[in-house]
Antibody, heavy 120, light 110 residues
Framework: EVHLVESGGGLVQPGGSLRLSCVVS????????MHWVRQAPGKGLVCVSR????????TYADSVKGRFTVSRDNANNTLYLQMNSLRADDTAIYYC?????????????WGQGTLVTVSS | QSALTQPPSASGSPGQSVTISCTGT?????????VSWYQQHPGKAPKLMIY???NRPSGVPDRFSGSKSGNTASLTVSGLQAEDEADYYC??????????FGGGTKLTVL
């Protein structure tokens, strides 16, 4: 059975940093692109970052470029999101999601999300 | 990286059909057959309902169907049921490997 479990969220002051982790199981992690998607309270979904199989092809939303860094450890089935210079508008639930192997960017499995709150 | 455009709300009575639109541009929805739809109940993670414009993942009822014409994709829910009440989001691949979501549509079953 496929599982994605995020961790690392919490309360952080503006300008601070957090590192999110997403541990996966039940599938071949290295065979899938992975995504971080966030959802601010009461708002819609936004794709924060997308990373290919080996971390050599990465895209970011304009709002996080230069502040967030995505990476993956295929040996340990773990996806990461390093978030620096956090701002109040980064407050959101952060989901990791698996991209299907078929052509496209469809996300067929999602974690339960981890809440990041940026506030003084 | 502008979001795709969805109506904020839609509604229908049990048994009826409702269609939710998702409008993009020639650089995203119009350029690729890579449109997906997600259902999200309150407090839950999104669930994939349609991928590749028209395909249903295993376990998704055939009451859910997708289509696309030009720069607009659509999700149709037929034979509405109470459990279909949720937020629905479209998504599309876009130029430069970006992934765009729509703003979401709250579906109410009357």
């Amino acid at each position: 059975e496929v599982h994605l479990v995020e961790s690392g969220g919490g309360l952080v002051q503006p300008g601070g940093s957090l590192r999110l982790s997403c541990v996966v199981s039940g599938f071949s992690f290295s065979s899938h692109y992975m995504h971080w998607v966030r959802q601010a309270p009461g708002k819609g979904l936004v794709c924060v970052s997308r990373i290919n199989f080996d971390g050599t092809k990465i895209t970011y939303a304009d709002s996080v470029k230069g502040r967030f860094t995505v990476s993956r450890d295929n040996a340990n089935n773990t996806l990461y999101l390093q978030m620096n210079s956090l701002r109040a508008d980064d407050t959101a639930i952060y989901y990791c999601a698996r991209e299907m192997v078929v052509a496209g960017t469809d996300l067929d499995y999602w974690g339960q999300g981890t809440l990041v709150t940026v506030s003084s | 990286q502008s979001a795709l455009t969805q109506p904020p709300s839609a509604s229908g009575s049990p048994g009826q059909s409702v269609t939710i639109s998702c409008t993009g541009t020639a650089s995203d929805v119009g350029a690729y057959d890579y449109v997906s739809w997600y259902q999200q109940h309150p407090g839950k993670a999104p669930k994939l309902m349609i991928y590749g414009v028209i395909n249903r993942p295993s376990g998704v009822p055939d009451r859910f169907s997708g289509s696309k014409s030009g720069n607009t994709a659509s999700l149709t829910v037929s034979g509405l049921q109470a459990e279909d009440e949720a937020d629905y989001y479209c998504s599309s691949y876009a130029d430069s490997s970006n992934v765009l979501f729509g703003g979401g549509t709250k579906l109410t079953v009357l």
